[in-house]
Antibody, heavy 120, light 108 residues
Framework: QITLKESGPTLVKPTQTLTLTCTFSGFSLSTSGLGVGWIRQPPGKALEWLALIYWNDDKRYSLSLKSRLSITKDTSENQVVLTMTNMDPVDSGTYFC????????????WGQGTLVTVSS | EIVLTQSPGTLSLSPGERATLSCRAS???????LAWYQQKPGQAPRLLSY???RRATGIPDRFSGSGSGTDFTLTISRLEPEDFAVYYCQQYGSSPPLTFGPGTKVDI
């Protein structure tokens, strides 16, 4: 059974760096073809893809946010970490991590999401 | 970057009716790398289909995807009460970035 869970601060101040951790079980990120992605959703708005890391440590980023994002994995701990620098109130929303279908950049298992508010 | 538009924005239907949701891409989606998700309030999205026509594991056969190139459709043959939700399309043929559409809300 595949599960994912996001953790991190619920409130960050403008200009601070956000660090979110995705802890997962039921699969190994050393398995060929697999990846874990991050997707966010402002309240009442659409989904926005942020980043994706693959089993071979290949990384992909949103073009508009690339300069602010970093994604890493710890295979032994079954964790993926996303950092986003220079947070702004427009970055507030729910942040999801998700497991990708093997060899496809679509997401079949999702965490419950974590709500992040950016406010002073 | 491939931009996805979805229509209509809201679809008002009744249980038992057929729902047809459209997703149009600003340029051709290679290899029909187009997926559909369902999201209910307060929940994470649920993958319905990918590869334009391939149903995800455990998804009822009343959900079907079709299309190619720039025009894709999700059809729900007979709406069940639990199908009232927001539906998003996502392309993954041209990455980065992966892009999502703005969503179609199916309500009663």
């Amino acid at each position: 059974q595949i599960t994912l869970k996001e953790s991190g601060p619920t409130l960050v101040k403008p200009t601070q760096t956000l660090t979110l951790t995705c802890t997962f079980s039921g699969f190994s990120l050393s398995t060929s073809g697999l990846g874990v992605g991050w997707i966010r959703q402002p309240p009442g708005k659409a989904l926005e893809w942020l980043a994706l890391i693959y089993w071979n440590d290949d990384k992909r980023y949103s073009l508009s946010l690339k300069s602010r994002l970093s994604i890493t994995k710890d295979t032994s701990e079954n964790q993926v970490v996303l950092t986003m620098t220079n947070m702004d109130p427009v970055d507030s929303g729910t942040y999801f991590c998700a497991h990708s279908v093997k060899w496809n950049d679509v997401f079949d298992y999702w965490g419950q999401g974590t709500l992040v508010t950016v406010s002073s | 970057e491939i931009v996805l538009t979805q229509s209509p924005g809201t679809l008002s239907l009744s249980p038992g009716e057929r729902a047809t949701l459209s997703c149009r891409a600003s340029q051709s989606v290679s290899s029909s790398y187009l997926a559909w998700y369902q999201q209910k309030p307060g929940q994470a999205p649920r993958l319905l289909s990918y590869g334009a026509t391939r149903r995800a594991t455990g998804i009822p056969d009343r959900f079907s995807g079709s299309g190619s190139g720039t025009d894709f459709t999700l059809t729900i043959s007979r709406l069940e009460p639990e199908d009232f939700a927001v539906y998003y399309c996502q392309q993954y043929g041209s990455s980065p970035p992966l892009t999502f559409g703005p969503g179609t809300k199916v309500d009663i």
